[in-house]
């Protein structure tokens, strides 16, 4: 039986991102890496902040539902989220981009 080569291949014509995907795509990773930013000094003053008050009082100042506005509520996510990022940052760095299923 002959053994017949595969076919070819269809040529894939890849196309750049447009200016404004781009530029909303760097938008959008600034704000990520400035609320990851954000998130991790938050922490870092609650840390302190539990060392000298204790972990009650510097829990409560972070607890949004008896302040007004969005500002608080942004503040307790970029808080919670950041310790989760820099966790996922760490165990990648730790496997070595590693990605087995």
Known sequence: MPVTPPPARAHVVR???D???RAVARGLLLL???SLLWGTLLCLSLLSGALS???AVSLARLDPRGQPG???WLNAVCAVLAPLV???VA???VAG???EA
Do not use: A
Request: hydrophobic share 30%; proline share 12%.
């Open 15 to 17: 196309r750049e991102p």
């Open 19 to 21: 200016g404004t995907f």
């Open 32 to 34: 990520g890496g400035c």
């Open 53 to 55: 008050d204790g972990p």
């Open 70 to 72: 969005l500002f608080p």
């Open 86 to 88: 820099w966790i996922s």
């Open 91 to 93: 165990g990648f760095v």
């Open 97 to 99: 981009g590693r990605t």
